[in-house]
């Protein structure tokens, strides 16, 4: 039986719920809610920038963790809204690029983000900052690996045939790499069709994300693939026998970045969080336990972590950096043939 | 009395017609790569995914996984619903949460510890090496075969439950009188008790078959990325592709199909039992 008494308290607690939700309750609270992936990226945010950086500042940080489509439908689908559910996104360059052609990213600059002129400047741009970077190479068991290949057009070579495995996830990365394998690049994929074809007669094996390739590699069910070199870092740490080849071909960057959408509630505490995203002792520690590279001149690295992690000077050069527009003109071309030919 | 179904409707209005007619409208838009959609009233989807020989085969896949898990789960389902709808004990509520249990555990977490189960270096790869039955290890992951296991394991309280129900319906007394006719076990059963637990074997297999057909996480995670179905292809799409119009068109014809054959499954059944 409900009392009137329990009906009353219970009603007025669901009221005060519903208005600490309200965005002037949240305006008061000086919160800042952060579109995230989860594991270890959130955990990281949460030890080295949330508590440490923004608390002080009187901004409680909440996290919003799901993969980056979620949180990239997420934001399509909100953008028409006056008032969006994230005051920060962190997505991967190549979706962020996407998002921000939909004119759904406030502008970056340094006056809202002070530490701007800390970051390289072929990391920039107009509505991100780059929060960490890592490069994609090729990953090979130490123990089964004897001679491992120069190149990604090494990974051909029928001696490996079976034991080459690739992350469905990355099914651009991995297009590129067989684009760079055929004398295609960046902004040329043609190439990268015949030569996944090829591949899948050699038996190439499909793994639906990063952590079963990694238990794939781990059980030596295969013992090549092409992966971020931060990834190979962290299952290197988790003790999987790996070490890692620049391909000759160049390696290609990939940024994980972060943009205060059109419509967050807290503009100004989520540029203030852009801003301690690129604090040059959080960034270190992210590369200590990430083994994603800095994206700001003044983070020192101590030599045994930038001896793993970082790129050498002939190899930074090499850099390829994805020709945006470009991959996304001929997405739809790339999921179907990825789809429909390599896999089908 | 009328009001009394207004909330549901309402609920059933706001949250599922009208999102429906929304996700309608964008299956006739147009994609482009760079903005995305592009407002357009046309059934180009339609005919482009239909004539594709891709979508024809993932439908196919769909339809013949969702039919072959239903009779599968039907088969397993019945003589645990039949134990279950004559069970006489003080012990029937339990059994019956037991019987519940699987569907409080999510099919993400579940499938991941199928994974542990089936992988190469899993459960059942290292007993059977421990035990030299094998040497090297068995392919268990990323087969059809794992996906049929892994659905029929979900779906299987929802048959057992919804049959369980009918048969306790069925008086007991028609049992013993074709018994007493003379009637043996298994005459008894295809005479008298499969007839009469017909509507919950209509009701469960129709249930099960649309669940069927939504499979997702399970055909993702132990069928892997070769193996496709419908609600796979659409999340295809929608996410990865970031093409609303073809993710919408295709989640219209995964609904189409499932419809199609949930109302000529029950028009079916409906006529051969009326017929007797």
């Known amino acids: 039986m409900i009392s009137r008494r329990h009906f009353l308290s219970a009603s007025m607690g669901a009221a005060a719920a519903f208005a600490s939700n309200s965005p002037h309750a949240r305006a008061e609270a000086n919160q800042v809610i952060v579109g995230t992936w989860g594991g270890d990226y959130a955990q990281l945010l949460s030890d080295l920038i949330d508590k440490p950086l923004l608390a002080p500042q009187g901004i409680e940080v909440l996290q919003d963790v799901a993969n980056a489509d979620p949180r990239k439908t997420k934001l399509l689908a909100e953008r028409q809204s006056r008032r969006g559910s994230m005051d920060v996104a962190c997505l991967s360059d190549s979706d962020a690029y996407i998002i921000a052609g939909m004119n759904a990213f406030e502008a970056v600059d340094g006056k809202k983000v002070p530490r701007l002129d800390k970051v390289f400047a072929e990391l920039r741009t107009e509505t991100a900052i780059p929060h960490i970077y890592s490069a994609q190479v090729i990953l090979y068991n130490v123990n089964q690996v004897k001679t491992p290949p120069a190149s990604y057009a090494d990974l051909w070579d029928p001696k490996w045939r079976g034991k080459v495995g690739l992350a469905d996830i990355l099914y651009l990365q991995n297009t590129l790499a067989a684009a760079l394998a055929g004398g295609g690049g960046v902004s040329n994929f043609d190439p990268a069709e015949q030569k996944l074809m090829e591949l899948r007669s050699l038996d ?114 090499k850099l390829l950096k994805p020709d945006y527009k470009y991959q996304t003109e001929r997405s739809q071309r790339t999921l179907d043939f990825w789809n429909k030919q390599f896999k089908g | 009395m009328a009001l009394l179904v ?41 005919v482009r995914a239909a004539a594709d020989p891709y979508y024809q085969e993932i439908i ?115 049992e013993d009188a074709a018994a007493n006719l003379g009637a ?39 069928g892997g990325p070769r193996f ?49």
């Open chain 2, 60 to 174: 196919l896949t769909t339809l013949g996984m969702a039919l072959l898990c239903t009779a599968l789960t039907l088969v397993i389902a019945f003589p645990a619903a039949y134990w279950l709808g004559r069970l006489e004990s003080r012990w029937k509520s339990l059994v019956v949460i037991a019987t519940l249990f699987p569907l409080l555990v999510g099919n993400v977490v579940r499938s991941a510890g199928w994974m542990a189960l089936f992988d190469r270096e899993g459960l059942i790869n290292a007993t059977l090496r421990g035990v030299h039955l094998i040497g090297e290890p068995l392919t268990l992951m990323y087969t059809p075969k794992a996906v049929v296991f892994g659905v029929v394991a979900v779906v299987l309280p929802y048959m057992i439950l919804t049959i369980a129900a009918v048969i306790e319906s069925i008086p007991r007394d028609l």
């Open chain 1, 204 to 317: 190439v094996k499909l793994y639906p994300s990063n952590e079963t390739l990694a238990s794939a590699l781990k059980s030596e069910e295969v013992w090549l693939t092409v992966m971020w070199l931060a990834r190979g870092f962290m299952w290197k740490k988790a003790g999987i026998p790996l070490s890692h080849v620049v391909p000759k071909e160049g390696a290609a960057s990939i940024i994980f970045e972060a943009s205060v959408p059109r419509n967050a509630r807290n503009k100004e505490g989520g540029f203030a969080y852009l801003g301690a995203m690129l604090d040059p002792k959080a960034q270190a520690a992210f590369a200590d336990k990430m083994g994603y590279v800095p994206t700001v001149s003044d983070a020192v690295l101590p030599e045994d972590i930038a001896s793993q992690i970082a790129l050498s000077e002939a190899d930074r050069a």
């Open chain 2, 184 to 222: 043996s076990d298994l005459k008894t059963f295809w005479r008298v008790v499969l007839p009469l637990s017909v509507p919950g074997v209509a009701a469960g297999s129709i249930l099960v078959f649309v669940l069927c057909m939504n499979t997702y996480a399970t055909a993702v995670l132990l």
């Open chain 2, 228 to 276: 496709k179905m419908m609600a796979p292809a659409i999340f295809d799409q929608f996410v990865r592709g970031n093409n609303w119009p073809m993710g919408a068109t295709l989640a219209f014809m995964l609904l189409a199909v499932t419809m199609s054959f949930t109302v000529f499954g029950s028009i079916a059944f409906a006529r051969h039992y009326s017929a007797r």
């Open chain 2, 6 to 46: 207004l909330p549901a409707c309402l609920l059933v209005l706001g949250l599922l017609v009208g999102p429906m007619i929304v996700l309608f409208r964008i299956s006739l838009n147009q994609f482009n790569p760079t903005q995305l959609m592009i407002e357009a009233f046309s059934f180009d989807n339609y």
